[in-house]
């Protein structure tokens, strides 16, 4: 079946610096999903990439879908403390939301 | 205000004793799906529903049933709860047909004894 790959599974990071984390599918998806989950939390819908190539931009984080749709990031820059919780990856691999997979997340720490 | 409820918020059973967590969501969504959460697996998918009266295996399916009579319900259904069904579940909703994004619920933490 799909799986869907992330790392780093954890990642520290000084405030003020860069963080990025990377998904790799099995299989080429229909769209991909971006998700963030504060301690405590349940998952937030960040965004959804669905071209191939495609790249999205929220304020500082930028997001992109690889032009073999198999492969996608999400970049933070200039972390900030607000930006603590788990970033996970989401993929379908057939149109509209049916099966959906999961990256196992990618947890961040911001230290002030 | 667009929300998906899942009930109970916590729960601690014990090995056997059936259990309902219900689901409901108020956006007229088609597609409502379980996760569980367990450390180091991320959300694993235990079972969709594409519309009412169709719903499909995910993952994890094993000790699990759900239903769908109603397009704003999803209950989950522990017919003989064990140890290894202890996880955090959440429930979800999307409008689908491109417009994926999913909502999810607050959780329900599950402890089986």
Redesign the interface.
């Known amino acids: 079946g799909q799986q869907v790959m992330q790392i780093p599974q954890y990642q520290h990071v000084q405030e003020g610096e860069d963080f990025t984390t990377y998904c790799n599918s099995s299989t080429t998806l229909s769209n991909i999903q971006w998700y963030k989950q504060r301690p405590g939390g349940h998952p937030v819908f960040l965004i959804q990439l669905v071209k191939s190539g495609e790249v999205k931009k929220q304020k500082r984080l930028t997001f992109q879908f690889g032009e073999a749709k198999k492969n996608s990031s999400l970049h933070i820059t200039a972390t900030q403390t607000t930006d603590v919780g788990t970033y996970f990856c989401a993929g379908s691999d057939s149109g509209g939301y049916q099966k959906v997979t999961f990256g196992i997340g990618t947890k961040l720490q911001v230290i002030p | 205000e667009a929300q998906v409820t899942q009930n109970p918020r916590y729960l601690i059973t014990v090995t056997g004793k059936k259990l309902t967590v219900t689901c409901s969501q108020n956006m007229n969504h088609e597609?409502m799906?379980w996760?569980r959460q367990d450390p180091?697996?991320?959300?694993?998918?235990i079972y969709?529903s594409?519309n009412v009266e169709v719903t499909?295996k995910?993952?994890v399916p094993e000790g699990y049933k759900v239903s769908r009579k109603e397009k704003r319900n999803f209950p989950l259904i522990l017919e003989s709860p064990s140890p290894n069904q202890t996880s955090l579940y959440?429930c979800?909703s999307?409008?689908?047909?491109?417009g994926?994004?999913?909502?999810?619920?607050?959780?329900t933490r599950l402890t089986v004894v």
Not at chain 2, 94 to 98: C, D, E, L, V
């Open positions: 597609y799906s996760y180091g697996l991320g959300l694993r998918q969709y594409m499909d995910g993952d959440f979800a999307s409008s689908g047909q491109g994926t994004e999913a909502f999810f619920g607050q959780g």
